[in-house]
């Protein structure tokens, strides 16, 4: 038996309450974007071999030996893979790689497993269940926080017009797991900007979004963007973790953006653009002034996932 499968990637927009603060840590929101995932074929064989174009080889037999420790799936199979998400720009390149071997070779050891019990007994979701969430279902997603895994507590489909645009530079990738474990280890951080974000989502954000108000939506996009980056700037050396980051958001905005701010670590930013020429223009004249600029990186025009991951048996 031969299966495929795509996953989205998913937009971080922050972490609600990133401070040893009561009543729960961490909480966020995010979205589930489509044509930026993993698409894996995956078999069995008679020993693993990962053939690879986009790299990323030994992460994947890393992943692999991990599956096979926890549900004894063995390590004889054949992954193919056609396209990737770099790892530790802000897309949550780890969290669907792992949902996706996971889904796949536990089908093919005939005891397949949901997302959520996967990313749950391979340790992912520490401080951000978004990632599963938008494999598992897709959508603009909120979750809970606390000391397990967080709990799914608002999901909508996402407007089928609405267009956001992601730009990644070419600069530092955002830490990997083992230094950001310590970025949280000393972390501190204002109740007054956490009862920020928390009220900005609930009193603008989600009205905004349920009732399709896109001006709105991303002006508290990019407020809570800004309170984000107030809590993390220690860690990251200030609201962005790169000095380009900020003239690319500042130009995106010149240019007629709703929202911008940085998903995650970065250093992928992200803006909401609108309609789809609308959002043409946008990036075409952000390409220009990459150019312009010097800045080498990536320009795309991406629109929600509405449905999360996907897997199909071939043969």
Known sequence: MKLRIKTPARLHFGLLNPAMEPPKRYGGFGLSIGDTGFELYVEESDELRVNSTCGQQSRIEDIVKKIDEVYG??????ISVKNAIPPHIGLG???????????????????GKSPVQIAKELSRGKRSGIGTYAFDRGGFLVEGGGDGFPPLIFR??????????????DIETGPDEDVED??????????SVVGKMCSRLVLETLPALIERDIESFGRSLTKI??????AFMSQQGGKFKDDIMGKIKDKLLDFGAFGVGQSSWGPTIY????????????????????????????VSIVKADNSGAFLEVLD
């Open 73 to 78: 799936t063995s390590l004889e199979f054949e």
């Open 271 to 298: 803006a909401l653009t609108g309609k789809p020429t609308r959002s043409e223009r946008i990036r075409d004249e952000m390409l220009d002034f990459f150019e312009d600029e010097g800045i080498s990186g990536n």
């Open 156 to 169: 909508r489909k996402f407007p089928g017009d609405w267009r956001l645009l992601t730009l990644t530079p």
């Open 225 to 230: 963007d800004e309170f984000a980056g107030e």
């Open 182 to 191: 310590e970025f949280f280890e000393d972390f501190g951080s204002s109740s």
């Open 93 to 111: 390149s780890t969290t669907q790689l792992t949902l996706a071997l996971g889904s796949a070779l536990t089908v093919l050891s005939g005891d």
